[in-house]
């Protein structure tokens, strides 16, 4: 984790796996409750999940779990301090990625609180600030098309084409990109 510098969450992404957030046990049991690399009990983390924590998984092309960080919430404090890793990537660099990209999940979640406070592994995390680009011109302009084709058949005439360019709009919005950046900690003054 670099101080000051501009990523974002694209950068963090690990090869070769696929990260899954699991915050509801019955859909990550559908899935991948047979699939786990190592032992792992759900029924003994369900505190976890009823209090707000969330699971991260990384999974393997063979649809393997083969790590699982355990996200937890105290107050505003949120804390990983818990990771299962299959024996066959115990020594693999990937497993520093996937430490990385949990920590910024971690940050990015107690950001959302103006007193949240993110920890991995007992270390406290630094402050990580968004900056927006505002505005995904050419994602608004795909949705203003579709949009607008739906609304003008559904309500005969132009004014379907104004209700799908505006809602194309919103959707340039919802498509901004975003890039993260972690504050260094400020040094305190010393008095002389």
């Known amino acids: 984790m670099e101080y000051n510098k501009e990523f974002n969450e694209d950068d963090l992404n690990v090869a070769g796996y696929s990260k899954v957030e699991i915050n509801n046990w019955n859909a990550f049991k559908r899935r991948y409750a047979d699939k786990p690399d190592f032992e792992f009990d759900l029924s003994s983390y369900a505190d976890v999940i009823e209090n707000k924590g969330i699971f991260y998984a990384f999974i393997n092309k063979e649809k393997k779990v083969k790590a699982i960080y355990i996200s937890t919430k105290e107050d505003m404090v949120f804390s990983c301090t818990e990771r299962l890793l299959s024996d066959s ?104």
Not at 131 to 138: D, L, P, T
Not at 149 to 157: K, N, P, V, Y
């Open 89 to 192: 990537i115990a020594d693999d660099p990937a497993v520093e990625k996937m430490d990385e990209f949990v920590k910024f999940l971690v940050a990015r979640r107690a950001s959302y609180y103006k007193t949240g406070k993110g920890c991995f592994m007992g270390e406290e995390l630094p402050e990580l600030k968004q900056k927006s680009e505002g505005f995904n011109v050419a994602m608004a302009i795909v949705f203003a098309i579709i949009y607008s084709m739906i609304f003008s058949q559904a309500m005969d005439g132009p004014s379907g084409i104004g209700v799908g360019i505006s809602l194309g709009v919103c959707m340039g919005f919802c498509f901004a990109k975003h890039s993260y950046i972690y504050e260094a900690p400020k040094e305190e003054e010393t008095g002389g």
